[in-house]
């Protein structure tokens, strides 16, 4: 399958449509049955707290993957990722309100590269803070 966005179609400075995702403590019990990461700070809030966390908190790869569906949704085409890379910054502190957490993301393309592929910045954030740093993409485009 191809990107479905020419690299014709984009310049720097391109936005991708920004995407929110919304983290229970539900996600976090299935994500942790799929990844085989049981950790007890992404479950247990007695533990994290006792470790010094502020609450049970969400998996790294898990905001990572979450960031990164912004790029696939865009492309259409989850092949067409060639790098990916984050910093992790903050932790994605997931409270047992029923509520849970939100993580917000944006993207734009910073730079476009040769062979058809652009670098895609993404900024996300949860309750106002930068929770993934230097998160940037190689996307290969039609």
Not at 48 to 58: N, W, Y
Not at 65 to 90: L, N
Not at 115 to 137: E, F, H, I, P
Request: proline fraction near 5%.
């Amino acid at each position: 399958m191809t990107a479905k966005i020419s690299y014709t179609d984009v310049e720097v400075g391109t936005e991708l449509p920004a995407q929110t995702f919304p983290v229970t403590r539900d996600t976090l019990v299935r994500y942790a049955g799929a990844s085989g990461d049981f950790n007890p700070i992404h479950w247990n809030e007695k533990f994290a707290k006792e470790v010094g966390l502020p609450d049970v908190i969400a998996h790294g790869m898990f905001t990572m993957a979450e960031a990164i569906r912004v790029v696939t949704d865009w492309t259409g085409d989850p092949g067409a990722v060639v790098e990916y890379g984050v910093r992790f910054t903050k932790p994605v502190v997931v409270p047992n309100d029923g509520e849970g957490a939100v993580i917000e993301v944006a993207g734009k393309v910073a730079a476009l590269l040769d062979d058809n592929t652009v670098r895609v910045d993404l900024t996300a954030t949860c309750a106002g803070q930068k929770v993934l740093g230097m998160s940037r993409a190689v996307v290969r485009l039609a």
